[in-house]
């Protein structure tokens, strides 16, 4: 399909450059209700990867395999309702007009005198790429080569003491690797869904864009 032919290109690119504007993946402890972003077997004062799955740092509580797929599955569909939306906005900062309308007009913004361009505020290229940063988050090879997107900037005052050693990185992952591979899949099965909306939104956007 149409997405298979984009990933050569990206491979190039490393994940901390490609999933700049990426949001990160926030999970909640079912227990504590403590909200913490996830960012794979990386360090964090929020949560730690145990053997046996994802435990809060707040309360020790860890996390069900269902209790982290369901949780993903619905921070997707958050972002494709947000995409499906169809929210524009125009590029004149001294208007930003923001609607859902795609008016008979197309790209031209409809406020009185305004010149503007209006395109999507949450484009099709920016769900993708938010698609696969959360995939790659569940990706046992990227977690073990240690090439995900850190989660904090050094200096951030949330910033782990330290990082994982290299040795515990590489036990923790197989020793997780079935919730891993688990979470993945879901990730990959809108993945899948969006590639193919990505195709017929995509020749919208073209129109909105000529
Ligand atoms: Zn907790
Ligand atoms: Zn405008």
Redesign the pocket.
């Known amino acids: 399909n149409g997405m298979d032919t984009l990933q050569p290109l990206e491979t190039t690119i490393s994940d901390k450059e490609r999933f700049r504007d990426s949001v990160p993946l926030e999970l909640s ?1 079912p ?4 909200k913490f972003a996830f960012g794979g077997i990386v360090a964090s004062r929020y949560y730690r990867c145990v053997y046996s799955g994802i435990q ?1 740092s ?4 860890i996390m069900t395999p269902i209790q982290v797929t369901s949780q993903v599955e619905r921070v997707i569909r958050a972002h494709i309702s947000l995409y499906y939306a169809g929210w524009v906005t125009c590029d004149d900062t001294t208007c930003g007009n923001v609607t859902r309308q795609i008016s008979v007009y197309g790209k031209r913004c409809l406020m009185d005198g305004c010149t503007g361009i209006m395109s999507y505020k949450y484009s099709d290229k920016q769900l993708y790429n938010q698609m696969l940063y959360f995939q790659s988050l569940f990706d046992l090879q990227k977690n073990k080569l240690q090439t995900l997107k850190p989660l904090y900037h050094s200096g951030d005052k949330n910033e782990p003491e330290k990082p994982l050693s290299n040795s515990e990185v590489q036990a923790l992952a197989e020793q997780n690797r079935p919730l891993f591979e688990t979470s993945k899949q879901v990730v990959q099965k809108y993945l899948s869904d969006c590639g193919r909306a990505y195709v017929d939104m995509g020749s919208i956007f073209d129109f909105m864009q000529t």
């Open positions: 402890c227990n504590c209700i403590t809060c707040n309360c020790d509580h």
